[in-house]
């Protein structure tokens, strides 16, 4: 059975930095692309910063651009999202999402969900 357990989230001021952890398990891990997406209060859930199975690359939404950053461990089945400058509007739940192959952008394409994990950042 396919297990994804973020770690990480708690209460932050603005400006301040913080890093999420997504452990994997029961996949093949190195074949599925992985993101992170997230649901604020009263809004949709929204893409949020993804990476390739294959190649590294990443994509970011723009509101985070320049400001998070994503990686995975491959030897760790692990990936993770380091936050920095965080912002009120920021204030979430997390969710790590893992699809085989393609990245989509589309929260409704993955195929695996983690429970999430709450990020709140105050003024």
């Known amino acids: 059975q396919v297990q994804l357990v973020e770690s990480g989230g708690g209460l932050i001021q603005a400006g301040g930095s913080l890093r999420l952890s997504c452990a994997a398990s029961?996949?093949?891990?190195?074949?599925?692309?992985m993101a992170w997406l997230r649901q604020a209060p009263g809004r949709e859930r929204e893409f949020v910063v993804g990476i390739m199975w294959s190649g590294g690359g990443t994509y970011s939404a723009d509101s985070v651009k320049g400001r998070f950053t994503i990686s995975r461990d491959n030897t760790k089945n692990s990936v993770y999202l380091e936050m920095n400058s965080l912002k009120p509007e920021d204030t979430a739940v997390y969710y790590c999402a893992a699809n085989y192959g393609v990245l989509p952008r589309d929260p409704s394409k993955y195929d695996h969900w983690g429970q999430g994990t709450q990020v709140t950042v105050s003024s």
């Open positions: 029961g996949l093949t891990f190195s074949r599925y692309s």
